[in-house]
T-cell receptor, first 112, second 113 residues
Framework: QQQVKQSPQSLIVQKGGISIINCAYE??????FPWYQQFPGKGPALLIA?????SEKKEGRFTISFNKSAKQFSLHIMDSQPGDSATYFC???????????FGPGTRLSVLP | DTGVSQDPRHKITKRGQNVTFRCDPI?????LYWYRQTLGQGPEFLTY????????KSRLLSDRFSAERPKGSFSTLEIQRTEQGDSAMYLC???????????FGAGSRLTVL
């Protein structure tokens, strides 16, 4: 119940295309769903996050879509750029952030 | 403030040796987390401190692992009698009270030969 599933494992997109990464969870107590971006040799960095009281959140080229009934959420990267090439992790937490559970990650490659 | 600092960045050790990692969180953050990340996987929760109190430990944290945060500032993670399976990136993160945002350090990579 503590797992967060993530797909695809890897993704190759042309520059300017849309990258879509999907996640699913089981624990209905989760109340915060962030996405983290990690470059090689660096720690993960918060990209964007959403709470279950909204169905979509947009920040620049990045959008989270959230489906509470299906217990699924996704990250959309519009106009993907080579600089977006990184590993993306979805995560979920509850209890005011006492424990974060991360998905296994998606390695995104954006071709120039 | 330069963010979350971790030291050392890389550690190579022989099986059976003890290793210690240090984490300096963002100064005003009272929550501190340790995660472990293996190649191709997401971070796995190890333990969590609120100020100096260790409030939660994962079952992943065997008896060979111990973490401290003696004055509610920096933290150390010690692994005794290292095994090859301990080879991983050990990530530290901090957050302010009441907020979900984790700020990660760059990690300490452990290689056990």
């Amino acid at each position: 119940q503590q797992q967060v599933k993530q797909s695809p494992q890897s993704l190759i997109v042309q520059k300017g295309g849309i990258s879509i990464i999907n996640c699913a969870y089981e624990n209905t107590a989760f109340d915060y769903f962030p996405w983290y971006q990690q470059f090689p040799g660096k720690g993960p960095a918060l990209l964007i996050a959403i709470r279950p009281d909204v169905s979509e959140k947009k920040e620049g080229r990045f959008t989270i879509s959230f489906n509470k009934s299906a217990k699924q959420f996704s990250l959309h990267i519009m106009d993907s750029q080579p600089g977006d090439s990184a590993t993306y992790f979805c995560a979920a937490s509850n209890n005011y952030g006492q424990n974060f559970v991360f998905g296994p990650g998606t390695r995104l490659s954006v071709l120039p | 403030d330069t963010g979350v600092s971790q030291d050392p960045r890389h550690k190579i050790t022989k099986r059976g040796q003890n290793v210690t990692f240090r984490c300096d969180p963002i100064s005003e953050h009272n929550r501190l987390y340790w995660y472990r990340q293996t190649l191709g996987q997401g971070p796995e929760f190890l333990t969590y401190f609120q100020n100096e109190a260790q409030l939660e430990k994962s079952r992943l944290l065997s008896d060979r692992f111990s973490a401290e945060r003696p004055k509610g500032s920096f933290s150390t993670l010690e692994i005794q009698r290292t095994e090859q399976g301990d080879s991983a990136m050990y990530l530290c993160a901090s957050s302010p009270w009441g907020e979900h945002v984790l700020t990660f350090g760059a990690g300490s990579r452990l290689t056990v030969l």
